[in-house]
């Protein structure tokens, strides 16, 4: 199936007649039909498959996924398509993250929707006071509220994808999980460790603690932080 795949790819990429891109619209809406319909998993796994070798081999981009989505839902409700941006559609993505069959796939595709979404002018988003967020931060803080017993599926298919390559936004989200308040520091924090002013996220405390004790772990094994104890890794670890 996925020599199958790769070959008629190959063959709808290379042509660029009318038929051929509406054919690329018609095979990505069907998968993001299947996965944003839920209901069958058996399905949602070759749909993922499919969805993220597409955006790998430049069939569709998040542009158009976000338009075929947005037509999708105002069949259903005008309500519910006027917010559809690609923050919408990441946060769909993560939902198959929390099943164990589906979690590695969700994975692949969440990690080409990043690759695709870094090139885009509004991959960051405003969190008030001019401070801006990788797109990515929103989603991942909701579907961790929603399944705050699924911290560890995040941390092997979710976390290596967002926190690099940019040590900047591994940072941001440790911000926003309140890192200052948690965690004490031997000397002054950067002030990318501060969260924006009047910055609202979804975790309680206790979550807000766990996520981090669990972006701690990932940026030790990633290598972007490091032990110079035998504590928890102290400010001057952060590596650039």
Request: charge should be neutral; aromatic fraction near 10%; glycine fraction near 4%.
């Amino acid at each position: 199936m996925r020599q199958i795949l790769l070959t008629l790819t190959n063959a709808i990429v290379k042509d660029e007649s009318s038929r051929a891109l509406e054919l690329r619209k018609q095979a990505a809406g069907t998968f993001l039909d299947i996965i944003c319909e839920r209901q069958d998993r058996f399905k949602v796994k070759p749909a993922l498959q499919g969805l993220a070798h597409f955006l790998l081999k430049n069939v569709i981009s998040i542009e158009q996924l976000v338009h075929i989505y947005y037509e999708q839902a105002a069949s259903f409700s005008q309500a519910s398509a006027e917010a559809v941006n690609s923050q919408t559609l990441l946060k769909i993505f993560l939902g198959w993250i929390v099943h164990h069959e589906t979690a590695l796939s969700a994975g692949h595709l969440v990690r080409n929707f990043l690759i695709e979404a870094r090139r885009l002018p509004n991959y960051s988003t405003s969190a008030g006071s001019n401070f801006l967020l990788p797109l990515w931060i929103a989603p991942v803080i909701q579907t961790l509220s929603d399944w705050p017993d699924r911290i560890l599926e995040f941390k092997t298919h979710v976390f290596p994808y967002c926190f690099l390559p940019n040590i900047e936004e591994y940072l941001h989200f440790l911000s926003v999980l309140h890192f200052a308040a948690h965690v004490q520091s031997r000397g002054p924090l950067p002030t990318q460790l501060y969260p924006p002013n009047n910055y609202q996220q979804t975790l309680d405390t206790t979550q807000e603690f766990r996520v981090l004790l669990s972006a701690i772990e990932s940026g030790k094994e990633m290598s972007l932080i490091r032990d110079v104890g035998k504590h928890l890794p102290s400010l001057d670890a952060f590596m650039t």
